[in-house]
């Protein structure tokens, strides 16, 4: 591994020049005005990988956009690692609270990346983890220390649903056939606390749009004999939680897991200071679910919350308008024996039962997500673990976290393999909204430890 090691040292500036020409490109895969972008940066992946010593490089065409495959077998005998990122990236809006351009990426010292962190969109989720491991390969293969095969697949849709990777893996399950499935889109509890995520929340996704009147009226001469299709609304969401933050919709609670007391002092046992979380939000105090800490309603407790809101007149100016329609993209988190179909036809059910009569509502399921959990006790864990120890010092703790990665339980159900998720991101790194940021630390201690778990999980096997 020394012979790695040095070599990673020796190319930092070059793999970080790369990551930051890959940063560049606005691969957007919710708004079609970004197509050509997205299926740029497919060809700039499978580029990154030919010339990092990958075989049988290909972009393969989905219904959406294309998901790059690549591989490395040296031994047939040995065992497979199929390693899954993505190269698309959310939305950068809003726009003006980006202090740096998002696809113009730059380095800025924060408190929790005193070293310096990537500022852009992607950086972190999940171009940046992603790409930990075209170099880690890279470096394996340059020093002739790729000790078990390895194949790549890196999607173009995971922010929008992945909805073309089931086909794609259930036509290529031969192609895609492997020991165990390495995913880099997590994150740590912090750059001297590692941590191995085990668990995921679940995601069911959809969009409500509330009609009233037939056009735009004035507000003066309907208001307070019209019903305003904006206030229903609010209302309407309103009634979604009560005064416990306990979610209102009949049988949502039906099959949740409920955790043991031990197994719920357990992971609250991990570090987390309230007042250093409030700190970093610029907040007085926290919500959330009553009876459970701030660790579990982020973590084992599912959850409901509008991701959007709008409708009637945004411009500037005043324009007293009483708008026809309404409309709120709202997200609801699954937690284990939730399932996302189940909950989407629930809350569809409960929704148009609660319209008052007059309005009409509508409501359209956008994607979804099964939660998953992942043992500690496979060869993958275990390499995982040992890998962090070996480059952090340090155990990494085992944690749930609360975002979704639906393909998780896609990759047990249709390639017949578990999943490690060894992310290296922070919580507090901004994915999703302005200011993404990707810790130079973190960039670097991934692509040093991903070689650790190969030589680990080839001697574990």
Known sequence: MEKVQSYIEANKERFLEELFDLLRIPSVSADPAYKGDVVKTAEFVAESLRKAGADNVEVCPTAGYPIVYAEKIIDPSKPTVLVYGHYDVQPPDPMDLWESGPFEPVIKKTKAHPDGAIYARGACDDKGQAYMHVKAFEAMVASEALPCNIKFMIEGEEEVGSANLGIFCKENTE??????????????IANDVPSITVGLRGLSYLEVEVTGPNRDLHSGVYGGGVANPINVLCDMIASLMDENKHITIPGFYDNVEELSSEERSKMNEAPFSLEEYKADLEIDDVQGEAGYTTLERTSIRPTLDVNGIWGGYIGEGAKTVLPSKAFAKISMRLVPNQDPERITNLFAEHFKNIAPA?????????????PALTPTDTPEYMAASKAMETTFGKTPIPTREGGSIPIVALFEQVLNAKSVLMGFGLNSDAIHSPNEHYGLFNFYKGIETIPYF????AEMK
Not at 175 to 187: E, Y
Not at 358 to 370: C, L, Y
């Open 358 to 370: 007059s309005v009409k509502v509508k409501v359209h399921p956008h994607h979804g997500g099964e």
């Open 454 to 457: 190969f030589k680990y999980y």
């Open 175 to 188: 192609k895609l056939k492997c020991d165990t499935i390495l995913i880099s889109d997590t994150s740590i």
